[in-house]
């Protein structure tokens, strides 16, 4: 599945956040990007606000506009309020997941430890980022991975207590998911009410 790519700092910058993590030269450039970004101050539409928004979760959960849209439509055939029930589904993938209980620092990092096997659900090995995950199932690093540096510098920096619908295991490396996150519960700034507008159009 292709991903975006291209230079994270440039997109952080044209939301006006940070949404790939910290970063140094966002620090330091808050305003948009391009020779005329510190003078841009364009008039936003209704439809341009929507349309910022989907891009915003977009690129803060790693995906593209066809994988985006398959997640809002299984969310649309939910019962409950759609965009509460898009933004679990995001944060039930299982990239996100490992991202969740600090076994990688970044999305995209754990995105990469699934994909070379380093990750097991229930167990069994999986490498599919894109896995939904129910209550009760768990998350554990494989035995071999365990030592592997960047999972080990990431596990020493994370906090997995801050998100009450995961447990985590220090002594087994592994993670469960309890529930699906209430809404007040989700830490991205994303106004998932204008996604939902723009795509009930």
Avoid: C
């Avoid at 949404?19 to 620090?27: M, Q, R, T």
């Avoid at 341009?48 to 979760?57: I, V």
């Avoid at 994370?158 to 007040?184: A, F, I």
């Amino acid at each position: 599945m292709a991903r975006y790519r291209g230079p994270k700092t440039r997109i952080a910058r044209k939301f006006g956040e940070p949404i790939y993590g910290a970063d140094k030269v966002f620090e330091r450039k808050r305003h948009l990007p391009g020779m005329h970004g510190l003078n841009k101050r364009r008039k936003v539409s209704e439809y341009g606000s929507q349309l910022k928004e989907k891009q915003k979760a977009k690129y803060t959960y790693g995906l593209l506009e066809r994988q985006f849209r398959r997640f809002f439509e299984i969310a649309s055939r939910k019962k409950g309020k759609t965009g509460e029930i898009l933004l679990q589904l995001l944060e039930s993938r299982l990239d996100n997941i490992v991202y969740r209980l600090g076994i990688a620092p970044t999305r995209d990092a754990a995105r990469q430890l699934v994909t070379h096997r380093h990750i097991m659900v229930n167990n069994k090995i999986n490498n599919i980022p894109s896995t939904i995950l129910k209550p009760g199932d768990i998350v554990s690093v494989r035995e071999k991975s365990k030592s592997l540096e960047v999972i080990q510098k990431s596990l020493a920096n994370s906090n997995v207590s801050k998100y009450p619908w995961l447990e985590w295991n220090p002594q087994t490396m592994s993670g469960k998911l309890l529930t699906l996150p209430e809404r007040d519960a989700i830490p991205e700034n994303i106004n998932e009410q204008l996604i939902v507008e723009l795509y009930s159009k």
